[in-house]
């Protein structure tokens, strides 16, 4: 059985940084490579600790845009 989560990297200074959307796991990478595979340990790290129990499955739907906010000073 496996059950499907949404991951986002983004590259904050020198490393990639993967979240894991649905439980709020993150961890880390020198490369995107690193991140995914230290993401998906801590992601089983984290079932395994609390179980899979009323634990939210990625819908599968996932929008990114760019936005722009202004800056006030």
């Known amino acids: 059985m496996s ?3 949404t991951a986002v990297i983004n590259k904050e ?3 990639y940084v993967a979240h894991c959307l649905e ?3 993150v961890s880390q990478g020198k490369t ?3 991140a995914k595979a230290n993401l998906q ?3 089983a790290l984290y079932l395994e600790s609390f179980g899979t129990e009323d634990i939210p499955e990625s819908t599968g739907e996932v929008m990114f ?3 722009e906010i202004p800056a006030h000073a």
Request: aromatic fraction near 16%; proline fraction near 6%.
């Open 65 to 67: 845009y760019p936005m």
């Open 32 to 34: 995107i490579e690193q």
């Open 3 to 5: 059950i499907k989560f």
């Open 13 to 15: 200074a020198t490393w």
């Open 23 to 25: 439980l709020g796991v």
């Open 41 to 43: 340990e801590a992601v």
